[in-house]
């Protein structure tokens, strides 16, 4: 990881579930934000998008996504309220999680925030869904991010070892 | 009733805690559910719509007969 990089805090699912994995009191120290995740969640189904809520708000959220399942590819817009990701369901292969990086450059600027997304759902199997996502979170006041949730869009919990590394992110060392 | 509970980590001290959700999360989430389950009906309703007229206008084709707009549509970028 580069010097610019500092790991501000981890939280991993622990010994039980979690509907929601928050981070608060973000400093407003750094330039941009970088999230790495690794979920996995109890919905009935091999994947589940994830929601990103920013200062406690899943709405003025806009998206655009590309996706591939392994055997098609499609281009949506706004599918999944306040998209920020993709998890790994019940039915997949046992212990597999999915991957991904959310990066918010300018966070504590006073304009709207922009967003992209990698995510992948590797299970070991013949459909592993990836998305590239762009979004933007265009609240009215704005505000600088100061807190940032992550929840399943229809399951109800992450399981144990779903984990998120939150990265503050400066310009210079 | 167990209610669903967050894990939250306080950036400024490390500390994580475990709280239950409040109902105003929990409804909030409901209502992200249903608003998804609609628009994700009305995206597949488009597409088995889009690929319904593809396939007519493909047989169309094959037969030498005319097409609709629509049909024509799904064709012609």
Do not use: H
Not at chain 2, 48 to 75: C, F, M, N, R, Y
């Amino acid at each position: 990881m580069a010097l610019t990089y500092e790991a501000i805090a981890t939280v991993t699912v622990a010994g039980a579930t979690a509907a929601t994995i928050e981070f608060t009191s973000i400093p407003n120290t750094y330039t941009d934000l970088l999230l790495l995740c690794s979920f996995r969640n109890d919905r009935n189904a091999t994947e589940d998008a994830v929601k990103m809520s920013l200062n406690g708000s899943t709405s003025n959220f806009s998206t655009r996504s590309l996706s591939g399942s392994g055997s098609a590819a499609a281009s949506d817009t706004n599918l999944v309220t306040a998209f920020g990701g993709m998890s790994v369901s019940a039915t997949a292969t046992a212990s597999t999680f999915s991957n991904n990086m959310v990066y918010i450059p300018n966070y504590t600027s006073s304009n709207a925030k922009s967003y992209s997304v990698e995510a992948m759902c590797e299970t070991n199997g013949s459909t592993a869904y990836m998305y590239v996502i762009a979004g933007l979170w265009n609240p009215s006041p704005q505000a600088a991010i100061t807190s940032i949730s992550f929840a399943p869009n229809l399951g109800t919990n992450f399981v144990q070892y779903s984990t998120a590394t939150l990265y503050g992110i400066k310009n210079t060392v | 009733m167990t209610m669903p509970t967050k894990l939250v980590v306080d950036c400024s001290t490390g500390v994580t805690t475990e709280v239950e959700l409040t109902a105003e999360e929990i409804a909030q989430r409901e209502a992200d559910a249903a608003a998804f389950a609609t628009a994700e009906a009305e995206r597949v309703a488009r597409a088995e719509a889009l690929a319904t007229l593809k396939a007519s206008a493909k047989a169309k084709l094959v037969a030498g007969e005319p097409l609709t707009a629509e049909e024509a549509d799904t064709l012609v970028i």
